[in-house]
């Protein structure tokens, strides 16, 4: 069975900073995809980033960024600039057609 | 383009009764999962939609079940609701079933209260 954990359940940056969000994970499958998605107080789920485990080349969307070591098992997900929208829950989740999620890591981005 | 949108907001039930909560999938999109979120939780799996079928399904009991209708859109029924069952629940379309790189696009979510 796969699973995720994220181990840093509270996260805090200032604005402008970097911050990295950790999440491991654990599977015998092959071939999947690992996704980040942000939970803002709103609910709505919202795709972050997501890498092949195919592809050794590190996933980027603008300020996102992931560093995906598939020997460790490791996807951390790295915000540059941060601003207060990226004020949220940010979920870890492992992805063949289905979604298996981590314990989220809440961060908070100060001004 | 619509995305995926669910009703009600939000529900509060006795235990013990039954719940239906809906899900209209994105613009083109046929298949729908349905996940459930814990407070403090990250969403847990709960099954799967496609062409009018289940095809997975996560650890749940059998008080939960589902349907797909036609068009696309779900319901998602829990009987004999137990405190542990509030929650909210998420629904989540994706384009098409057992493919690896759909991205799954989500609704707001309901709600639901157990008292």
């Known amino acids: 069975a796969q699973t995720v954990t994220q181990s840093q359940p509270e996260m805090s940056v200032q604005e402008a900073e970097t911050v990295t969000l950790s999440c491991t994970y654990d599977?015998?499958?092959?071939?999947?995809?690992l996704f980040w998605y942000k939970q803002p107080p709103s609910r709505q789920m919202i795709l972050v980033i997501r890498?092949?485990?195919?592809?050794?080349q590190n996933a980027t969307e603008n300020r996102f960024s992931v560093n995906f070591q598939k020997a460790a098992k490791s996807f951390s997900l790295k915000i540059s600039d941060s601003q207060l929208g990226d004020t949220a829950m940010y979920f870890c989740a492992f992805g063949t057609d289905k979604l298996i999620f981590g314990t989220g890591t809440r961060l908070q981005v100060f001004p | 383009d619509a995305g995926v949108t669910q009703s009600p907001t939000h529900l509060i039930k006795t235990r013990g009764q039954q719940v239906t909560l809906r899900c209209s999938p994105k613009?083109?999109?046929?298949?729908v999962s349905w996940y459930q979120q814990a407070l403090g939780q990250g969403p847990q799996f709960i099954f799967q939609?496609?062409?009018?079928?289940?095809?997975q399904r996560g650890n749940f009991p059998d008080r939960f079940s589902g349907h797909q209708f036609p068009n696309y859109s779900s319901e998602l029924n829990v009987n004999a609701l137990l405190l542990g069952d509030s929650a909210l629940y998420l629904c989540a379309s994706s384009l098409t079933w057992n493919r690896e790189d759909d991205e799954q696009y989500f609704g707001p979510g309901t709600r639901l209260t157990v008292t």
């Open positions: 939609y496609y062409e009018e079928e289940e095809r």
């Open positions: 890498q092949e485990a195919y592809k050794q």
């Open positions: 613009s083109g999109h046929d298949t």
């Open positions: 599977t015998s499958e092959s071939n999947y995809y």
